[in-house]
């Protein structure tokens, strides 16, 4: 069973930048479809970046240009840079994990998932 552990959250100002990392457990990452999703209060949990086995990068419309997804294949561990932070991206940020996507499912889908992390919070305020 994969176990994913995330990490890097806080407080930051609008406009600065925040890494978060993911580090994965018992399955090396570059055989996995591993994502990083968001849940804001009241709202549901979102898709914002996948890697695709090492080959295929996803960015939600929300992330595009200013989140860049990458993995590490040394320390197994996925990353997510967000730069230009906003506050409407404060949420609980979770690294999601699949070996395999069936049924034609986007990477950003929620239910493409079996595996979760506990989350880290982000809060983007002044």
């Known amino acids: 069973q994969v176990q994913l552990v995330e990490s890097g959250g806080g407080l930051v100002q609008p406009g600065g930048s925040l890494t978060l990392s993911c580090a994965v457990s018992r399955f090396p990452l570059e055989k996995l479809v591993i994502s990083w999703f968001r849940q804001a209060p009241g709202k549901d949990r979102e898709g914002v970046a996948c890697?695709?086995?090492?080959?295929?990068?996803t960015y939600s419309d929300s992330a595009k240009g200013r989140f860049t997804i990458s993995g590490d294949n040394a320390k197994n561990t996925l990353n997510l840079q967000m730069n230009s932070l906003k506050p409407e991206d404060t949420a609980v940020y979770y690294c999601?994990?699949?070996?395999?996507?069936?049924?034609?499912?986007?990477?950003?889908?929620?239910?493409?998932?079996?595996?979760w992390g506990q989350g880290t919070q982000v809060t983007v305020s002044s």
């Open positions: 890697l695709s086995n090492f080959e295929t990068i």
């Open positions: 999601a994990a699949t070996l395999f996507i069936f049924g034609g499912k986007s990477c950003l889908q929620r239910t493409s998932y079996d595996y």
